[in-house]
């Protein structure tokens, strides 16, 4: 809503401002899907690969079908990885690293990791595109991974030794 004033002090009528939003629509008339920003959830950087939490698309008519990695992280600031055996679990060991250009399926790129370089902190990012099942591609969406450094908590520990003992384990 917004009303107008003149020069003279006198206001207008209270009207209204609409600005319709629609879908863009392809070529054969569909609408490409939309990729959405996500931040992750803070990163240990002494954690090795942690899963940060998968690419994020909707597809208004239709289904997303896959994602591409358009760009990673710095090796400076990381690894970032999938698990192949998507929606299956996977152990570190079977983690496949992602790269610029990658094609994943949706089911990949709902179990993504990323693994922190040793003493890097600060935030890592890599964007990502959707494609959906008419091979409409989104916008490009920014994936941000906060890292940080929690240092370890020594824990007090007492303990009673008796007296004249001798050598005693702890």
Same mark, same amino acid.
């Given at each position: 809503?917004?009303?107008?004033?003149?020069?003279? &002090?006198?206001?207008?009528? %209270?009207?209204?401002? %609409?600005?319709?939003?629609?879908?863009?629509?392809?070529?054969?008339?569909?609408?490409?899907? =939309?990729?959405?920003?996500?931040?992750?959830?803070? @990163?240990?950087?002494?954690?090795?690969?942690?899963?940060?939490?998968? =690419?994020?698309?909707?597809? =208004?008519? &239709? !289904?997303?079908?896959?994602?591409?990695?358009?760009?990673?992280?710095?090796?400076?600031?990381?690894?970032?990885?999938?698990?192949? =055996?998507?929606?299956?679990?996977?152990?570190?060991?079977?983690?496949?690293?992602?790269?610029?250009?990658?094609?994943?399926?949706?089911?990949?790129?709902?179990?993504?990791?990323?693994?922190?370089?040793?003493?890097? !902190? &600060? %935030?890592?990012?890599?964007?990502?595109?959707?494609?959906?099942?008419? &091979?409409?591609?989104?916008?490009?969406?920014?994936?941000?991974?906060? @890292?940080?450094?929690?240092?370890?908590?020594?824990?007090?520990?007492?303990?009673?030794?008796?007296?004249?003992?001798?050598?005693?384990?702890?």
């Amino acid at each position: 809503n917004y009303s107008a004033q003149d020069n003279s &002090g006198n206001v207008s009528n %209270t009207a209204n401002y %609409t600005i319709p939003v629609v879908a863009a629509v392809g070529a054969a008339g569909q609408t490409p899907p =939309l990729a959405n920003n996500v931040t992750a959830q803070p @990163v240990n950087s002494s954690n090795g690969p942690t899963a940060i939490p998968g =690419l994020q698309a909707s597809d =208004l008519d &239709g !289904t997303v079908a896959s994602y591409t990695i358009v760009t990673i992280p710095p090796a400076g600031e990381g690894v970032l990885s999938y698990c192949p =055996l998507a929606p299956a679990a996977c152990t570190p060991a079977q983690l496949v690293a992602i790269t610029a250009g990658q094609s994943l399926t949706p089911d990949q790129a709902a179990s993504i990791y990323f693994d922190p370089a040793p003493g890097f !902190t &600060g %935030t890592s990012s890599f964007t990502y595109t959707a494609t959906d099942n008419s &091979g409409n591609t989104s916008n490009t969406g920014n994936y941000s991974i906060p @890292v940080i450094n929690n240092p370890p908590t020594a824990v007090n520990i007492t303990t009673t030794v008796p007296f004249n003992a001798g050598t005693t384990s702890i």
